[in-house]
């Protein structure tokens, strides 16, 4: 019994019913010499190790797969940033940040897939509304060296009375360490003297964030 395709299979189940090969066969939309669409979706997760692995790609090792080029390769470098875009413009849309999930799914977009450790800040105003995203400080894969009054420098000038920070593992392990507690009570001290309040700091992993607010760490 032959396959049904993903197109049809959206239309009359939703996007939700297609795993990701079918999701990436609908983007592709055609596939390559003596490979169906769906083979070659097969084929790309298989040879990148599954979607994270193809979307974090270079566009030159991406356009030089077979079956993919640069029509292609610029559909799903589109895919990545329109995704990036939604998130931002979900958190940054004027109200108030009440919703952790979608600060917790911004950050790690913004911050997993690095290969070294970045330290950046979401700076937010009165009402807890995002003013502006920056990454700050940048390391080797082992950490990153943060430097409170850089931090509470870029919260003045931003005229914010809040900050989120955050930072990733490259190791992919979200567990907090001792030097990451150590560093999150400089800055909650460096920022008090300001009237400034460090709301939280996420450390970013291959799974869910890790709150230190949560963790009682703050």
């Known amino acids: 019994m032959s396959r049904i395709l993903p197109r049809e299979k959206l239309a009359t189940e939703g996007v939700a019913a297609l795993d990701d090969t079918e999701l990436l066969a609908t983007l592709l939309g055609t596939g390559a010499a003596q490979l169906t669409v769906l083979e070659l979706a097969e084929?790309?997760?298989?040879?990148?190790?599954?979607?994270?692995?193809?979307?974090?790609?270079?566009?030159?090792?991406?356009?030089?797969?077979?079956?993919?080029?640069?029509?292609?390769?610029?559909?799903?470098?589109?895919?990545?940033?329109?995704?990036?875009?939604?998130?931002?413009q979900a958190l940054v849309r004027g109200d108030p940040l009440e919703s952790p999930e979608v600060t917790e799914q911004y950050l790690k977009t913004e911050l997993r897939d690095h290969t070294n450790e970045v330290f950046a800040c979401l700076f937010l105003d009165t009402r807890h509304r995002v003013i502006a995203?920056?990454?700050?400080?940048?390391?080797?894969?082992?950490?990153?060296?943060?430097?409170?009054?850089?931090?509470?420098?870029?919260?003045?000038?931003?005229?914010a009375a809040a900050l989120i920070v955050a930072h990733n593992h490259p190791s992919g392990i979200s567990e907090p360490s001792l030097a990451d507690q150590a560093i999150t009570r400089r800055l909650k001290d460096a920022l008090a003297l300001l009237d400034i309040r460090l709301l939280d700091h996420f450390v970013i992993g291959d799974g869910a964030p890790v709150s230190m607010a949560a963790r009682g760490m703050l």
């Open 133 to 159: 995203f920056e990454e700050l400080f940048y390391g080797t894969i082992d950490g990153a060296t943060v430097y409170p009054r850089v931090v509470a420098e870029k919260a003045l000038q931003h005229g």
């Open 43 to 88: 084929s790309l997760l298989r040879d990148f190790g599954g979607l994270r692995g193809l979307l974090q790609a270079r566009r030159g090792v991406l356009e030089a797969q077979r079956g993919l080029g640069p029509a292609k390769t610029a559909k799903l470098l589109a895919v990545l940033e329109l995704s990036r875009r939604y998130l931002h």
